[in-house]
């Protein structure tokens, strides 16, 4: 069941847990934004940025691809796309 938060209040929730060091309840929050509204670039971006702080690569490019999906003209995604690829492509990931 999705909840009656906003993408953006789910956002917000989802940045409050990251500063806590709640990153279980941050996963959750950006999950649920993205269920809200798939066609918003920003919880793909965070969870694709979310997945490569923690050394998720492969999570991060398909997250960072969904952010493309939602908005192929997102310039942070697209630099932190392409930045990622020509890290991974540099370590066989």
């Known amino acids: 069941m999705i909840s009656n938060d906003t993408v953006d209040e789910l956002l917000q929730s989802a940045e409050l847990a990251l500063e806590c060091g ?17 066609h918003r670039a920003e919880p793909y971006y965070w ?8 050394g998720e690569v492969r999570e991060a490019l398909h997250y960072y691809c969904r952010a493309l999906d939602a908005c192929p003209t997102f ?10 690829k020509q890290l991974a492509s540099g370590t066989g990931v």
């Open 47 to 54: 969870m694709s940025e979310f997945c490569e702080a923690r």
């Open 22 to 38: 709640a990153f279980t309840e941050a996963r959750v929050y950006l999950k649920k934004a993205m269920l809200h509204d798939g």
């Open 75 to 84: 310039p942070s995604a697209r630099k932190a796309l392409f930045r990622l």
